[in-house]
C-alpha cells in the first residue's frame, strides 16, 4: 500500500501551519512597530516639555509650574518604561513566533522528503514488477518456442 497519501495529507497540515506561523510573524511585527512608535512618540514628547522646561526656567518660572512640569516628565517617564516593558514583550514575541515558522517549516520539508522518498521507492516497486513481468513473459516466450 503506498504511503502517498498519508504523508501528504501531513504534508499539506504541515504547510498549512507553516502558512499560519508565517503571519503570526506579520502581525508581532506589526504590534512590533507600532509599539516602537509609541515608544518614540513618548520620548519625543518627553524631550519637548524637558526643552520646554529649560527655556521656562531660562526664562522665568514659578516653582509650582516648574513642580507640576517636572511630574508630567516623570509620569512620562513611567510611561516611557511601560512601553519599553511592552516593547519587550513584543520583541519576545516575535522571536517566538519566527522559532514556530522555522520549526513548521522543518516539518514541511521532512514531509517534502518523505514524499519524495515514497515515490522513489513506489518507482523500484514498479520497476521491479515489470521487470518480473517481462521476465516471465520471456519465459513463455522461450518455452514455446522450445515446444513448437
Same mark, same amino acid.
Given at each position: 500500500m503506498s504511503q502517498a497519501v498519508p504523508f501528504?495529507?501531513?504534508? %499539506?497540515? @504541515?504547510? *498549512? =501551519?507553516? %502558512?499560519? @506561523?508565517? *503571519? =503570526?510573524i506579520g502581525q508581532a511585527m506589526a504590534r512590533q512597530r507600532s509599539a516602537e512608535e509609541q515608544l518614540i512618540k513618548l520620548q519625543e514628547y518627553r524631550h519637548d516639555y524637558l526643552r520646554n522646561l529649560q527655556q521656562a526656567m531660562h526664562d522665568g518660572i514659578t516653582s509650582s509650574q516648574c513642580q507640576n512640569t517636572q511630574r508630567f516628565i516623570s509620569t512620562l517617564d513611567d510611561a516611557i518604561a511601560k512601553q519599553?516593558?511592552?516593547?519587550?514583550?513584543?520583541?519576545?514575541?516575535?522571536?517566538?513566533?519566527?522559532?514556530?515558522?522555522?520549526?513548521?517549516?522543518?516539518?514541511?520539508?521532512?514531509?517534502?522528503?518523505?514524499?519524495?522518498?515514497?515515490?522513489?521507492?513506489?518507482?523500484?516497486v514498479q520497476a521491479k514488477l515489470e521487470q518480473k513481468a517481462n521476465d516471465e513473459y520471456a519465459a513463455r516466450s522461450h518455452r514455446r518456442l522450445q515446444l513448437a
Open positions: 501528504q495529507i501531513l504534508h %499539506d497540515l @504541515a504547510q *498549512k =501551519a507553516m %502558512d499560519e @506561523a508565517f *503571519k =503570526a519599553s516593558g511592552v516593547l519587550g514583550q513584543i520583541q519576545k514575541q516575535v522571536a517566538q513566533a519566527r522559532e514556530r515558522w522555522m520549526t513548521e517549516r522543518r516539518k514541511v520539508a521532512s514531509m517534502q522528503a518523505l514524499i519524495e522518498r515514497d515515490a522513489k521507492r513506489q518507482i523500484l
